[in-house]
């Protein structure tokens, strides 16, 4: 696998990002020129000790804190694995993942390399992460409004990464980290690689296994189809409301126990029943076909980020369009067709996007 470098200059990341206030709690996102090496000093003093009262989260690789410096709100994670990894390896992927700069990715402001200690720096995001949200147990269910927002959120930072050459690995809901006006902005990138174009690499399969397509579990093949139907995976979720344990699946995983109901069309069987009244059946109908060719065992009649960015546009936007993709074509409601023929689905099984 080759390392590759994003070349962004400072117009464009600052462009990107824009200085974005959450309208609710009004946290405000960093300026881009934050990108340095900090002491251990300096986070264990924002952290006020990673005390427990600052606690975010934990993750397979390591704890979050919440912390303030220099009167901007930040997220400290401690890697657990540090130990494990070289420094020149540990400051190669900081670098590299530091340049990435997109309104809908979380933004590495730096991190500490002091003895044993290897932590990560991002920019604090104020209404935690998708999961905490969206399943049974939230005490206030997503509108379906909010769910077509993060699904265009996610998939924009998603193809954001891809157009950049990285393959994200870990594409959860509790990866989707949200702004109390629903803003997504992707988080966690401990699993983050890079790839030249149209390539993909074999590795041990890391993560959380109910997200991961069939050739990444099965042979630890990653490109960046592995990140799409991890993507379909949460378009199911957004759709459901449920956990990929949830009782209601029978022992099944989300995708075996779903498939069935997409290729039947029937949408309506597993929709949230929190949202039974308030879904668009329209948007609701595109975006469980839309999961369903994400999801395809077959990496390549899997969509590619750009159409599923392209098509999700559409459907927000509930107007008459055409996204096309080579010679195949999606046509969304409100078109004079009246039928929808996805890239990849069972009426156009050859659909394949060379970038994903």
């Given at each position: 696998?080759?390392?590759?470098?994003?070349?962004?200059?400072?117009?464009?990341?600052?462009?990107?990002?824009?200085?974005?206030?959450?309208?609710?709690?009004?946290?405000?996102?960093?300026?881009?020129?934050?990108?340095?090496?900090?002491?251990?000093?300096?986070?264990?003093?924002?952290?006020?000790?990673?005390?427990?009262?600052?606690?975010?989260?934990?993750?397979?690789?390591?704890?979050?804190?919440?912390?303030?410096?220099?009167?901007?709100?930040?997220?400290?994670?401690?890697?657990?694995?540090?130990?494990?990894?070289?420094?020149?390896?540990?400051?190669?992927?900081?670098?590299?993942?530091?340049?990435?700069?997109?309104?809908?990715?979380?933004?590495?402001?730096?991190?500490?390399?002091?003895?044993?200690?290897?932590?990560?720096?991002?920019?604090?995001?104020?209404?935690?992460?998708?999961?905490?949200?969206?399943?049974?147990?939230?005490?206030?269910?997503?509108?379906?409004?909010?769910?077509?927002?993060?699904?265009?959120?996610?998939?924009?930072?998603?193809?954001?990464?891809?157009?950049?050459?990285?393959?994200?690995?870990?594409?959860?809901?509790?990866?989707?980290?949200?702004?109390?006006?629903?803003?997504?902005?992707?988080?966690?990138?401990?699993?983050?690689?890079?790839?030249?174009?149209?390539?993909?690499?074999?590795?041990?399969?890391?993560?959380?296994?109910?997200?991961?397509?069939?050739?990444?579990?099965?042979?630890?093949?990653?490109?960046?189809?592995?990140?799409?139907?991890?993507?379909?995976?949460?378009?199911?979720?957004?759709?459901?409301?449920?956990?990929?344990?949830?009782?209601?699946?029978?022992?099944?995983?989300?995708?075996?126990?779903?498939?069935?109901?997409?290729?039947?069309?029937?949408?309506?069987?597993?929709?949230?029943?929190?949202?039974?009244?308030?879904?668009?059946?329209?948007?609701?109908?595109?975006?469980?076909?839309?999961?369903?060719?994400?999801?395809?065992?077959?990496?390549?009649?899997?969509?590619?980020?750009?159409?599923?960015?392209?098509?999700?546009?559409?459907?927000?936007e509930g107007c008459g369009c055409n996204t096309v993709q080579k010679d195949h074509t999606l046509a969304m409601p409100g078109c004079s067709k009246s039928k929808c023929d996805i890239p990849g689905s069972s009426e156009s099984e050859g659909g394949n996007g060379n970038q994903g």
């Amino acid at each position: 696998m080759k390392s590759v470098t994003i070349d962004l200059n400072k117009d464009q990341m600052a462009e990107q990002v824009s200085s974005s206030v959450c309208s609710v709690c009004m946290n405000s996102r960093p300026k881009y020129e934050w990108n340095r090496d900090f002491t251990f000093s300096e986070l264990h003093a924002a952290t006020q000790g990673f005390s427990a009262k600052n606690f975010l989260s934990e993750g397979g690789f390591g704890s979050v804190y919440k912390g303030e410096m220099y009167g901007q709100k930040i997220a400290v994670k401690q890697h657990m694995y540090a130990s494990h990894k070289g420094d020149k390896e540990f400051k190669s992927e900081v670098d590299a993942l530091s340049k990435a700069r997109h309104k809908n990715v979380v933004m590495l402001l730096g991190s500490c390399s002091e003895g044993n200690q290897r932590l990560l720096v991002y920019e604090y995001v104020c209404n935690g992460s998708l999961d905490q949200h969206l399943y049974k147990h939230s005490r206030r269910p997503l509108s379906w409004k909010d769910r077509v927002k993060v699904a265009n959120g996610a998939a924009k930072g998603l193809l954001y990464l891809h157009e950049n050459n990285i393959i994200h690995r870990d594409m959860t809901p509790n990866n989707i980290l949200l702004t109390h006006d629903y803003e997504v902005l992707l988080g966690d990138f401990g699993l983050a690689r890079f790839v030249e174009e149209d390539s993909s690499y074999s590795t041990e399969c890391v993560g959380n296994y109910a997200y991961c397509a069939p050739e990444y579990a099965e042979s630890g093949k990653v490109s960046f189809k592995t990140d799409v139907y991890s993507f379909g995976v949460v378009l199911l979720q957004l759709i459901t409301g449920m956990s990929t344990t949830d009782k209601r699946l029978g022992g099944k995983s989300l995708v075996a126990w779903a498939i069935p109901l997409v290729k039947e069309g029937k949408c309506q069987a597993y929709i949230d029943g929190r949202m039974m009244n308030s879904h668009d059946c329209q948007q609701l109908y595109w975006i469980c076909r839309l999961a369903g060719n994400c999801i395809k065992r077959d990496p390549q009649k899997r969509l590619n980020m750009n159409t599923v960015v392209k098509a999700l546009s559409h459907i927000a936007e509930g107007c008459g369009c055409n996204t096309v993709q080579k010679d195949h074509t999606l046509a969304m409601p409100g078109c004079s067709k009246s039928k929808c023929d996805i890239p990849g689905s069972s009426e156009s099984e050859g659909g394949n996007g060379n970038q994903g």
